[in-house]
């Protein structure tokens, strides 16, 4: 049986993700060395690749004065695929501060993004661009996490019960334990639509609290929520996982036992 190739207890591919990524950071290092620095920076803003690696939000953590590249980029157009966004975003990951006005003016179009007249957004033709500017936020330092979390709270809290789910998918995929913090006052929501997001969010996070969390959603009387457990589970992985989920096979319900199923 072939076996992927290894460099000494990591794959290949491991090793060469580390190098791409140590290549990443020294580039970062000489563009923020540079006099021209964010005339340069704006330049390769445009370049759709460059766009995309980590070489510019790195760039961002290691500037003297983040607060001027982002007034600067926020002057640039925007691209198809809020590659802007995205990188202001990103660049949250290595920026231990920024100016309250950038991270409000952030923070507003991630709320923006997050709400939905029909509060289905993670359904339709929309959820992969949608999700991919969400996870954006994921990773931010402490201090924009705290900030970012505490106003999503007011849509956890918003009695529209589609409102909720939204921000819960959005909290999931940013991550962190601010978020998982807000989502476990979720446990005991009314709706067991918020309830069923709610498992899988916390699943994405998977934080110090997770498992207490699932166990407790795990005897939720709606099918639904039990289900989106199991799948939860499956993200997670590991052998607690797997003897928690041979457990839930046992589920008199189908469609549990099929996620339960498929999960392992």
Avoid at 175 to 190: H, R
């Amino acid at each position: 049986m072939k076996t992927s190739p290894t460099f000494g207890n990591c794959s290949l591919f491991q090793q060469l993700h580390s190098h791409l990524t140590l290549q990443e950071y020294l580039a970062a290092v000489a563009l923020a060395e540079q006099p021209d620095c964010e005339k340069i920076f704006c330049r390769a803003y445009f370049n759709p690749t460059l766009a995309e690696m980590e070489v510019l939000p790195m760039a961002l953590g290691l500037v003297r004065k983040p607060d001027d590249f982002y007034a600067a980029l926020e002057g640039l157009p925007e691209s198809l695929n809020f590659a802007n966004l995205r990188l202001r975003a990103r660049g949250l990951a290595y920026v231990y501060m920024i100016d309250q006005q950038y991270l409000q003016r952030l923070t507003n179009k991630l709320i923006q993004i997050t709400l939905n007249p029909d509060g289905n957004f993670w359904r339709n033709e929309r959820s992969s661009r949608q999700r991919e500017i969400l996870r954006s936020f994921s990773g931010v330092k402490e201090h924009a996490s705290e900030f970012i979390v505490n106003n999503m709270v007011q849509l956890l809290r918003d009695k529209n019960s589609p409102t909720r789910a939204s921000a819960v998918v959005a909290l999931g995929d940013i991550g962190g334990n601010n978020a998982e913090t807000v989502l476990l006052n979720l446990l005991n929501d009314e709706d067991d639509a918020v309830r069923a997001h709610l498992a899988e969010a916390l699943g994405r996070i998977n934080g110090q609290k997770t498992w207490d969390a699932l166990m407790f959603l795990l005897n939720d009387k709606e099918r639904s929520v039990r289900a989106s457990v199991a799948k939860a589970l499956g993200e997670i992985g590991g052998s607690s996982a797997v003897e928690i989920l041979f457990q839930v096979l046992k589920d008199k319900d189908g469609v549990v036992h099929e996620y339960a199923s498929s999960s392992l």
